[in-house]
């Protein structure tokens, strides 16, 4: 048996990296009251930390400013 591969919105991405960096929550914390694996939430929140230097991301965009440029 597989197990299959779990898809997150751009939204709930977002929220999670949210507790990190906004709320001060460790990544273990964060990660295990998500039902995230910890490697998944450090992507996301390196990611969101980079878009919100203004870096438009190579993967499905975060932030509705980085979703809008590119969508442009």
Do not use: C, H, N
Not at 12 to 18: L, N, T
Not at 20 to 33: K, M, T
């Amino acid at each position: 048996m597989t197990k299959q591969r779990r898809s997150f919105t751009p939204e709930f991405k977002r929220e999670a990296a949210g507790l990190v960096l906004d709320q001060s929550y460790s990544y273990i914390e964060a990660a295990r009251s998500l039902g995230l694996v910890e490697s998944a939430l450090r992507r996301w929140v390196k990611q969101l930390q980079e878009e919100r230097q203004g870096v438009t991301p190579k993967s499905k965009a975060l932030t509705p400013e980085q979703q809008k440029i590119q969508e442009l």
